[in-house]
Each structure stands twice: as C-alpha cells, then as structure tokens.
C-alpha cells in the first residue's frame, strides 16, 4: 500500500506545475484523496482533497482560486493543478488517502488521512 508523488520542482513566482500521485495496494476509486504541505520550518497544512467520485472538491483558502486538485479513477492517480505560484508555496508537497470516500472534515490531517507519500519538493523562486 503506497502513494508516490511526482512533478515537483522549480517553478518562477506567476508560474505553473502539475502534481500527480500515483496509488496503489488499496481500491484507488473507493476513498477521497487530497495534499499537504510543509514549508521549512513550519508544520504540516492541509491544501486540498476530493471525494472518491470527485463530485465535491475542497481546498485551502490560501490556495482558492490557484490551485485545483482533480483525479482519475481509472489511472488511480491524483494530480494537484498550481497556478499562479509565490514563493510562500515552497514545501515539501504530500498526497495523502482518506479513511472513507468522502471528506467529512476538510482540512482536519490527523483525522481525515490515513495514508501519506514521501512527498515532492516545490520550490518557487526567480
């Protein structure tokens, strides 16, 4: 049972990258999935998740309006679209699996997730 991550790496404020998380060892369809971050010297903050049928979408305030978080079942796959990048959105970026299907708590990590990848790094500077 594991969650890998990819597509991090070094982006100029106003620019773009496309996380993708790749699941395996569990039924991929079945539970809501959704990021975290950890910028140096911080803690962990929750971005965004999305239901198993991806029919409800949530995400940080911080991020409303830039980033999008999407998935497909069929590739058992999770991506995260950022947009419009700052350099405060540096972090150590994790996918992170649900206990259930749905969100009950957006933005709770301790009781929501169940599951964490090893992460990928963003860095965004000019």
């Known amino acids: 049972v594991q969650l890998v991550e990819s597509g991090g790496g070094l982006a100029q404020p106003g620019g773009s990258l496309r996380l993708s998380c790749v699941g395996s060892g569990f039924t991929f369809s079945r539970y809501a999935m959704g990021w975290a971050r950890q910028a140096p010297g911080k803690g962990l903050e929750w971005v965004a998740g999305?239901?198993?049928?991806?029919?409800?979408?949530f995400v940080a305030d911080f991020v409303k309006g830039r980033f999008t978080i999407s998935r497909d079942n069929a590739k058992n796959t999770v991506y995260l679209q950022m947009n419009s990048l700052k350099p405060e959105d540096t972090a150590l970026y994790y996918c992170?699996?649900?206990?259930?299907?749905?969100?009950?708590?957006?933005?709770?990590?301790?009781?929501?997730?169940?599951?964490w990848g090893q992460g990928t790094q963003v860095t965004v500077s000019s």
């Open positions: 992170v699996k649900d206990r259930n299907g749905y969100i009950e708590l957006p933005g709770y990590l301790d009781e929501e997730y169940d599951l």
């Open positions: 999305i239901n198993d049928d991806s029919a409800d979408t």
